[in-house]
């Protein structure tokens, strides 16, 4: 079986899809739609897709897709993915799934009804690096495990849509915050639910081009007493720092995806394209071999192509997505309060 997709939006993310599809076997796609009929139409040419489109209702509607996968800015996120359900089409969301809690229930309780598959297309847990750092917790490597502390940073966004709190849902905490709690409840286990969290933002550099906070730091407790910390960053020069420490009653593991690459270059010419959100292309510059592949592209892309030519369950899917949005309304809630806040999941 070929799985036939119809990608919305033609921007950054469904660059990184179209990356990570080149790891993978048995798909085609067939078409690409976007609001910016002269992007879609580029887009398709760079990656030799028939057909490009407008009409993003229309694709969705269409009775030779199997999949839809939405690369899209965050604010139209639940009304594409509730109008896949009620078309009766599998559907792959990027994250975070809502802009907030209950954008994602209505999008999780509308793909539930329709009996679609859904996926949540969270890279984070999708990085070779981070999977193998889950066997090795499977294992016993590390014994139990009871602190998981994450970075995510990057010098800001790369599109204008980003920086607008109303559009976006939020900045820093958001944008990032959600890679670090997939992290967190993959390292520690998702049986175990996490039951409060506390959160610090602030904007302390992109005063002139953001209303959200471009700082964040957060601490979430678990029901089992283990402790996640992540720090995110608007204002992080050199590129993204994606970075994961595990501790355990036995052991440690650490992930470091973006600094520790196993090529070096130092060029005082330039030597272009580096890595997403690099600020220079000049000296010592550490580029990694495969982004989409490090950053776990290829693999959720398989794993995703894999369910729906086999009907199985992602293992991300929008219940993960809606969990990671309520923990990240009750972090926003606590900015307000300076407090620990109980996260309320509801059904």
């Known amino acids: 079986m070929s799985v036939r997709i119809g990608l919305l939006g033609s921007g950054f993310v469904s660059n990184f899809y179209m990356e990570g599809l080149r790891h993978v076997a048995g798909w085609e796609v067939p078409v690409v739609a976007s609001p910016d009929l002269e992007h879609a139409q580029r887009f398709a040419r760079k990656w030799n897709i028939p057909e490009a489109s407008s009409d993003l209702e229309g694709v969705i509607q269409r009775r030779d897709l199997d999949l839809i996968v939405l690369g899209v800015p965050n604010y139209v996120h639940r009304d594409l993915a509730v109008a896949c359900a009620r078309a009766g089409k599998h559907v792959v969301c990027t994250k975070p799934l809502g802009r907030n809690a209950a954008e994602a229930k209505e999008m999780r ?43 995510e940073a990057h010098a800001g966004p790369h599109n204008a849509w980003f920086w607008k709190k109303e559009l976006a849902g939020g900045g820093a905490l958001l944008d990032m915050g959600c890679h670090t709690i997939a992290a967190a409840r993959y390292f520690i286990g998702k049986e175990v639910p996490a039951v409060e969290v506390i959160a610090w ?21 678990f029901e089992g007493g ?38 070096k270059v130092f060029s005082r010419p330039g030597a272009g394209y580096i890595v997403e959100k690099a600020d220079a292309e000049t000296g010592w510059l550490f580029p990694p071999v495969d982004e989409a592949w490090i950053y776990g592209y290829a693999e959720e892309m398989r794993h995703f192509i894999d369910c729906v030519t086999h009907n199985r369950t992602p293992r991300e899917t929008f219940e993960d997505g809606y969990i990671v949005n309520c923990i990240l309304d009750a972090a926003y809630r606590s900015m307000q309060t300076k407090c620990w806040e109980r996260i309320e999941y509801g059904n």
Do not use: C
């Not at 539930?112 to 193998?132: L, Q």
């Open 201 to 221: 933002g602030d904007r302390l550099y992109h005063h002139d081009k953001t209303d959200a906070e471009d700082n964040a730091a957060m601490m979430l407790r």
């Open 226 to 263: 283990q402790l996640a910390i992540a720090e995110l960053s608007w204002i992080a020069r050199g590129g993204l720092d994606l970075r994961n420490e595990i501790y355990g009653t036995e052991g440690t593991i650490f992930t470091d995806i973006t600094r520790e690459t196993p090529i």
């Open 109 to 151: 309780d509308a793909v539930r009804a329709a009996g679609v598959m859904h996926g949540y297309a969270e890279t984070e847990v999708f990085s070779p690096a981070v999977i193998k750092a889950r066997e090795f917790i499977e294992r016993g490597g590390i014994g139990q495990v009871l602190t998981v502390r994450s970075r």
